[in-house]
């Protein structure tokens, strides 16, 4: 050791590692943060400074409220004004006829879109299910549920197409003589095919004016004044009528072979859909021609055992979920996670009007585009389709455009994820389970308004262009790419964007939700093309939607829910109508 070192006095600021801890000065534990330690400051100068906390609004119940949307009273009169305005005129035009074109006096009704569907579901399942003894075949079975969708002398004639491939070629010609009767009211009182096939030019593949039964006015039913018999079909078309069930038959007596071409052609003309299948009747199934008419009802078996197991088995797992639904709600344990504004702001609401314009303006441009230009019907379909697109960054940024973040404006109509995207998506499943059972009461109910309506002889209006059913079944690649991607991606998102994520949230925070969920589904509703016997069904899914958004808070549940929905309904279609 150096000279004089082990002799330093020992001072209580210079302990030495020898001597008592007791000794040793206090000094404050740095601990892991410095901004802790006074002796290092108040503040971390690297620390970002914390927000400045949002203060608490609380309603009258104490319930917690998010601040006032961005936007004004005078915002929100407007928007409503313009999307009750809107959403009017799109319900209208959505449910206009389509426009009467001028017809030949000649020519015979259109078959009956149910009809036509469910018979040719009929006649392929019976095809596709040999049965185990004759005894037991499906096609008497089924052909009885044909007469209740036939309600002229066209459908009756070609419901005995039909009825010949499922019972055999005597019921076909029971019906034949009945079409011809139901045709024959307004100018004969009894005028059979039987009485018809005792007319001497039969022959003749055209009638002549000395075939027809009796000139008598007596006769007749009150005529208009351009002279065509009123509610009934021409003189023209009666005679055409006449002709196909001749022809018809011709064909269940001696077999199709029997008829020249051109009856084959002018049949398949008339009664597209049904002559076909009238066409191969009796060929073997072994003959091309006829294994291609038939063919499909495998399909059909498969889109009816997905039905069964969703309807049936989901309906009754749905059950289960909304007992246990009720349940939690009545006992507390399931809350709403619904952040409600305070009364004032707009911009969310505003989306629904934006929406509904936009929709509206689409409608009014593809219908000036029809009659501008000589664009095919498919060619249209495909633009309008892919035109809605469009509409879709309108709605995500017309926030933006009034001030509103894009993070927050996202957060306020649901965009987040809540508690966690696999959990919302289970809720959103399990809500859309447990909403089956209010679908299956809504269908009965629509059941129920069908039957009335049709004791009070009200009938509605026959359904404008553009019929779902008919572009699920054209078969084209593109236009179902476009109708698959519209209904499965397009319609869950912007939708529910518009409806549940920005209006309800708006009108929650101002009415009670129920309310608030009602006056949305109606909005929405209205705004589909269906028919309005189907509005319950509609208005029961909105309904579903809602729920989901007020409980989850975040909208994934609500989108998962409507996509469920949407893509069960395209699946069945996509795998039914191409075949029928």
Known sequence: AAPGWSGMPRTPTTPQMDSDPASYPTVPNPGPN???????????PFERPAPEPTPVMLDRRGRRRSPKDPGSKSAAALAWLIAIVVITIVAVLQRLPAPAAETDPAALAPPDPTLRLIGRVLVKVDHAVPPPSPDEALGPQFAPMLDDFVFTPEDRLRAA???????????ALQDIDNAVSMASEPFVTTYTISEYLAIESLESEDLESEDLPSDD?????????????????????????????????????????????????????????????????????TDPERAATLAGGSRILIAGLIAGVVFIGGGLIGVVLLILFIIGVGTGRIRSRLPK??????????????FATLFLLLMLAMAALERSTSLDTLTLLKINLAAQWL?????????????????????????????????ETVAGVGGYLAGLPLLFAAAIFVQFLALLAGLLGVE???????????????????LLLLLVSLTTLWAPIVEETVFRGGAFRHLAGRIHWFVAAAFIAIAFAVMHSYSLLLLPILLSLAMVFAVLRYWRGALIAAVVAHFCQNALATTLMLLILPVT
């Open 34 to 44: 410095p901004a802790e330690n006074p002796a290092f400051g108040s503040r971390d």
């Open 161 to 171: 197409m039909l009825k010949g491939e499922l019972v055999g070629a005597e019921a």
């Open 217 to 285: 006015p007596a006769t007749k039913h009150p005529t208009s004044e351009d002279g065509a018999l009123a509610g009934a079909m021409t003189l023209e078309a009666y005679e055409v009528l006449l002709n196909d069930a001749q022809s018809l038959v011709v064909l269940y007596n001696e077999g199709p072979e029997a008829l020249p071409d051109a009856t084959r052609a002018r049949l398949l003309e008339h009664h597209p859909g049904f002559a076909d299948i009238a066409l191969v009747f009796g060929q073997d199934d």
């Open 341 to 354: 504004p305070a009364p004032g702001g707009s911009v969310y609401f505003e989306i629904l009007p934006v």
């Open 391 to 423: 509409i879709l960054p309108a709605v995500f940024f017309w926030p933006v455009v009034r001030g509103v973040p894009m993070r927050k404006a996202l957060d306020d109509m649901g965009w987040a994820r809540g508690q966690g995207v696999i959990k």
């Open 460 to 478: 509605e209006p026959p359904p404008g262009p553009n019929d779902l059913m008919d572009l699920f079944a054209s078969g084209d690649a593109v």
